[in-house]
Structure formats: structure tokens, C-alpha cells
């Protein structure tokens, strides 16, 4: 009997995303590999397509603003037409609780968004959507026209957006600045995985995390977190200027040393840097800590501001004097209740305050923005501005921070 050729069934993957451009590129890849492709971009629309069309296969990503993706994954598990669906969400390291509650809905496969390359798209294969791992390479030359055509746009907007964040008290205004940050962060770093900017990924991974869980949990806002943000969008529109001389640059591991008398303090930073991919040395005794940095070069230093023998603005004064470390970066750890007066004083050399109990993706923020930034200079003097936008000299941030944010003027430290 002679054998009729039957083609085999076109397979068809959902796209769940607000990212337009993104999505398009994806589709335009898939569909030429033989894929049926869909796109949609809100709760609802999801489950109506997922009732009217046969879908082989779901792409979503765990961070959507404005979108409770778990609750998705719950909704769509209690169709039975939907149940045995292969669902791969797109994650963020930094939020491990949010991860875990979306395997637990009934996600199939998870996969870290700044890690999102086709070898990591791979699981597909395995869940009977052979031949994606191709078609998910983007086209790199338009996502990357896409990213520095639309830069100024998107950042002018994402300023925009936290300007109304830090201008408000009310919880609903907080939280829809907060969305609108979340939307145009997104907009910034689309691509940056697949273009290989690795900061620019990790980076916004990191503060797409801290956005969302202030919107989550607006009473964690505090004058540290707005600061933090603030700092966070001048490093990532800086590292967007200079993408296109950064492509494919790898991420070194840097060397972060923390110095604090306070075992429990030291085990949340060091936990906090871990989220972000970095590992610290740490140590209690400033005075330790001094002899050691005499002799061995840091990219980061995290000082206590209250120890025993020896504080950290007299340990960072001495540090200033010191070859090796003389311009590495140091950042006080201070408490909420003393933050707006050691704001107020001296620095002796310092670049920055985190105030505790700091949110360890708020620590991860800032381990990035400082280590990312291009040239960073010591502060030696900060002053709070209460309620008052802050005017951004030539070396200044270029965003108002209010809410008890601080103002930083820049000089050399003494040699």
C-alpha cells in the first residue's frame, strides 16, 4: 500500500507579555521556524485564548506589571483542558518567594530572565516543542536599534515616573508611579539578555525586583529605598549610553568586603550580595579590617558606622589614605533612626548610606549601582533635604529625591 505523507501538526506557543517590540521579534523568529505563534498581554486575554485555541505551549514572564502571574497559572491549572500544559515562566533571581509560589501554582519550568539565552530555552525541547531554542535568538540588530533609538524616550519617561513616586504620601499614587517605573524599566532592558549587556540585565532584574515588592508592600518605602532607586536609574541610563560599547562584556566577580560587629548584620549582607550572584568576605574587628585593607585592593566596602574601637567613618578616613583602596567605593550601614543625622555630617570620604533594616534586594540595588558605575568618585560631604527636590548639579543625580533622600556634592578625597 503506498504511504500518503500526513504533515505533522503545527505546534503552537503563547506568548504572555507587554513588551511589543520584544514579542515581535520573538514571533517573527518562531514563525519562521514553523511555529503558530500568539501573543497576549493581560490576565483576561490569556484564559479567553486559552479556551478558544489549542495551545502547545506557554511563555510567560513572572514580573508582568500589573499582572498577578501566579494567580494566572492557578486559573489556567483549573481548566482541565489546561492542566498537562507546559508552562515556562521567565523569573527573577531576586524573587525566590514569588518563583517558588509559581512552581507551586503549576508553572512546568522556571528560567532566570537575565540568564534567558536559547540554551536555557532548551527545556522546551523536552516538553514537546522541539526546534525553539533556535528560533528564541532574537534578531540582535534590531533590538538593538530598538534599545538605542528609543533610550532617551524611555528614560525621560522612567524620571518622569519617579518624580511622581517621591512626590506623594498616598499608598494608590505610590503604587501606580510604582507600576509606571516597573513598565518603562522593562521597556529599557528588553533585549539586554539576548544582546548580551549583561549589566544592563542584571541591573534592572535587580531593581524590577525592588519595584515590585515596594508595589507589593508600599509600608517598605522609607527615605533609604527612595534614595537607592534614585542612584539605580542614573547607573542603568549610564550603562544604556554605553551599550553599545559594552556588548558581550563580561560580568568579573568583584571584591566586597564587609565590616561590621553585628553577626546577624553581616549574614543579611552577605545574604543580600548572594541574591545578586556576589559573595563577600567579612569580618567584625575594624581594626582587622584596616590592616587588611592596608595590603589588598577591594571593588566595594560596606562599613558599620558604629564598632567597637574603632568606628566606620574613622576606619573609612584612614582607608583614604591608603594606595590600595584609596578610591574603592565604601558604603555606611546605618540605622532608620540616625540616618538623617549622619546624613548631615561628614562622611569622611564615603560614598553612600543604606539605612537597616534595609530589604536585601534594596542591598543587591545598591551593590550594583556602585559597582556598575562609570568612575565613581568618594562623597564626602551629604545633606538631607526634607520634603525639597534636590537641584542636580553637572555631577550630581539627575532625579529630585525627596522623602529624606540626600543631595551628594562631590570632591576629592584627601590624599
Known sequence: MKRIFTPSKQKSILIVDDDQFATQIYREKLEAQGFKVGVTRDFDSTLQTLKKEVVDLLILDLCLPGINVVDLIKNIRSESATQSLPIIVFS????????????????????????????????????????????????????????????????????????????????????TALLQMHRQLRLLAGGASALAFHKIAQMSGALEALLVELYSEPAKITPSVVRTIAHSIETLASLVDRAANSQGEEITSPKILVVDDEVISRETICSALAKAG????????????????????????????????????????????????????????????????????????????????????????????????????????????NGVPAKAGANESKLAADHGALKLSRRSPAR
Open 278 to 385: 556576589l559573595q563577600a568576605k567579612s569580618l567584625d574587628d575594624p581594626l582587622a579590617a584596616q590592616r587588611l585593607l592596608e595590603g589588598e585592593h577591594f571593588d566595594l566596602i560596606f562599613l558599620d558606622v558604629e564598632m567597637p574601637g574603632q568606628t566606620g567613618l574613622e576606619l573609612c578616613a584612614k582607608v583614604r589614605g591608603m594606595e590600595p583602596n584609596r578610591t574603592t567605593p565604601i558604603v555606611f550601614v546605618t540605622s532608620h533612626s540616625d540616618f538623617g543625622s549622619r546624613a548631615q555630617s561628614t562622611l569622611s570620604g564615603g560614598n553612600d548610606f543604606i539605612a537597616k533594616p534595609f530589604l536585601l534586594v534594596e542591598l543587591a540595588v545598591k551593590t550594583l549601582t556602585w559597582l556598575f558605575k562609570e568612575g565613581p568618585e568618594p562623597l564626602p560631604i551629604a545633606s538631607v533635604q
Open 92 to 175: 527573577n533571581p531576586y524573587l525566590s518567594n514569588l518563583t517558588r509560589a509559581a512552581v507551586e501554582a503549576g508553572a512546568t519550568k522556571f528560567v532566570a530572565k537575565v540568564d534567558n539565552t536559547p540554551e536555557q530555552i532548551s527545556v522546551t525541547s523536552r516538553i514537546g516543542v522541539s526546534g525553539v531554542i533556535g528560533a528564541l535568538e532574537a534578531n540582535q540588530e534590531k533590538l538593538e536599534s530598538k534599545l538605542l533609538i528609543n533610550r532617551a524616550e524611555t528614560l525621560a519617561k522612567l524620571r518622569a515616573s519617579y518624580q511622581n513616586f517621591t512626590r506623594t504620601e498616598r499608598e494608590d499614587l505610590r503604587r
